[in-house]
């Protein structure tokens, strides 16, 4: 059985981790401006010392809301390992 | 020049990609289609209600097919909330009475069962299907495309490839096609899926789907303009409810994650959710996505080609969705049978060069239906309303966008297009009638 996590508050959604992260964060790029925090659903982000890293990728639905609002071109965004990531039966 | 594995490959198995590879395999070509969750569809959010536009001039397949339907729509409900309660209704947009039991504005699905049966569709016509496999580059030889390579290192060299990868464009940036859609382009949507039960959807929403609007102090939904109103679409034993907000606005980039669920705890306290709904129904699955509804709005956006030497874009990938209506998946659909026409006569001339592949992206500008939904402004204009402070302009603009004066703006597409199916078989008409009669069947 493939290991699946889940979450109370987000029901109808089950997670297989990707071995691999997914996001990153280019601090040489990253401006601290924190849009990615702003925008993300999931909790993905966190800012330290002025710079957004990466601190779960646990309840990321891969929508790269991040990318999108991201002026310094500094989040990296792929997809998880072919299989992973999350998943809906209700979408 | 090195040998290829396919004539084409097909990223993405989500709404569009497996309509361009049926039509590629059903004309012999060996066609990859390439989805990185584990079933397709599973990977694809979405309100869903199809219009019934997408149905009669998209595939022919669907149409004359057995699609997992949900439920047919007739019309749509705009309600009014102010100080929490709805105040007033529009629901002049609707097929009128005698005919509901016959025509639809459309059809509500769930994304999975369907993306899956276009997928099946697909393979039985002769592509192949590989499923948990995420394309995460692409080859370039020359400037040209010549095909992908996946998560699991393996290159898988095609004549052309097709990029149906939906929002996130990865591999046409890849590609140096096109660039990521501007925040204020994109509008984040979270969407809650609630069980109810047949009965009472039937009498509570019926076949219609509901629209609730509200000045800024409402605080239900984002600030006119800048999101959707909040969406409840019925299906058979279920609803789906969305709100959603464009990442980036008047005033900058909102803090999402607090202003969506402040949405919605206001919209929980409207009283005809608390009477009608809230006692009925059992929350299910809170899920989000994000969609480029305003891409066709924005001249640098709009003008990011949709093809590129090796390889055409297809649907979200492309920035087809509709401005205003919201819907992506028709012209998914009509991008999808174009792109395939188009590389299968680019594979006969063997010329899959950029400018052979051009006429693609003119096929999508001579379309009937395409630019007028991808161009239309009345979810924008509506930020009219906010700055004016006046609610019966609000309504008014909702009455053209979403009430019965929206015929005065698609019914000419429309009927370009009904002209240019008719003018090809004057039987389509029979067939479109047939196709409500099965749907409905389909449903009960
Ligand atoms: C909340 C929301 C509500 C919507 N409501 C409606 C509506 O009511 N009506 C309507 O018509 N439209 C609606 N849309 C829009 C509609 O869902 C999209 O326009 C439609 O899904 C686009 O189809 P597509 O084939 O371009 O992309 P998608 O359907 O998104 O498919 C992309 C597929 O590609 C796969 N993929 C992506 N990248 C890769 C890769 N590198 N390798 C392998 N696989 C990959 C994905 O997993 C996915 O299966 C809505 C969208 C959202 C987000």
């Known amino acids: ?91 | 020049m090195s040998a290829v594995d396919y004539d084409v490959i097909v990223v993405g198995a989500g709404f569009g990609g497996p309509v361009a590879a049926k039509r590629c395999a059903e004309a012999g070509l060996s066609t990859l289609i390439l989805e990185r969750a584990s079933t397709p569809g599973q990977k694809v959010i979405s309100s869903c209600t199809i219009p019934f536009y997408g149905f009669l001039f998209g595939p022919q397949w669907i149409r004359d097919g057995d699609p997992p339907i949900e439920r047919p729509i007739t019309g749509i409900r705009n309600f009014f909330v102010r100080d929490g309660k709805v105040y007033a209704t529009d629901n002049s947009f609707r097929v009128p009475g005698p005919l509901a039991n016959r025509l639809a504005i459309g059809y509500t699905v769930y994304c999975r069962p369907f993306c899956t049966w276009l997928a099946e569709r697909a393979v039985e016509a002769g592509a192949e299907l590989r499923t948990s496999v995420a394309a995460v580059d692409v080859i370039m030889e020359s400037g040209a495309v010549k095909g992908v390579v996946t998560d699991g290192g393996e290159e898988l060299r095609c004549r052309l490839l097709i990029d149906a990868e939906g929002v996130q464009n990865i591999l046409a940036r890849k590609a140096g096609i096109r660039k990521t859609y501007r925040p204020e382009a994109v509008e984040l949507c979270l969407l809650y899926d609630f069980k109810m039960a047949k009965e009472d959807i039937d009498r509570i929403c019926g076949y219609q789907i509901e629209y609730y609007w509200a000045m800024p102090e409402e605080k239900i939904i984002a600030p006119l303009g800048e999101g959707s109103a909040v969406y409840i679409f019925p299906y058979r034993e279920s609803i789906h409810m969305t709100i959603g907000r464009f990442l980036k606005g008047e005033e900058g980039v909102p803090v999402l994650a607090k202003e969506l669920d402040a949405y919605y705890r206001r919209f929980f306290q409207v009283d005809r959710w608390r009477e009608m709904y809230a006692p009925r129904t059992e929350l299910r699955a809170r899920i989000w996505d994000t969609c480029p509804i305003y891409a066709g709005l924005y001249q640098d956006m709009r003008s990011m080609p949709t093809f590129g030497d090796g390889v055409l874009l297809i649907g979200d990938a492309a920035g087809l969705e509709a401005a205003a209506i919201a819907d992506g998946v028709p012209s998914a659909w009509f991008s999808a049978e174009m792109a395939a026409e188009t590389a299968i006569e680019a594979l006969r001339a063997g010329d899959t060069g950029a400018s052979f592949l051009s006429r693609y992206q003119r096929r999508l500008e001579e379309h009937p239906l395409i630019p007028a939904l991808i161009s239309d402004t009345h979810r924008r204009d509506l930020a009219w309303a906010r700055w004016s402070g006046d609610e019966a302009e609000m309504r008014r603009r909702v009455n053209q966008g979403w009430g019965i004066r929206l015929m005065g703006h698609l019914a000419l597409p429309v009927l370009r297009a009904v002209y240019r199916e008719m003018r090809r078989d004057p039987r389509v008409l029979k067939n479109w009638l047939d196709m409500f009669n099965r749907y409905h069947r389909l449903y009960a």
């Open chain 1, 1 to 91: 059985m493939e290991e699946t996590l889940r979450f109370e508050d987000i029901p109808g959604v089950e997670w297989v981790p990707s071995p691999r992260p997914f996001i990153t964060i280019d601090a040489s790029k990253c401006t601290g401006c924190g849009n990615c925090l702003r925008v993300c659903l999931a909790g993905v982000f966190r800012l330290r010392e002025k710079k957004a890293e990466v601190a779960s990728l646990e309840r990321c639905m891969e929508c790269a809301s991040c990318l999108f609002v991201c002026e310094s071109g500094a989040v990296d965004f792929g997809w998880p390992v072919g299989g992973t990531g999350y998943r809906s039966e209700w979408g």
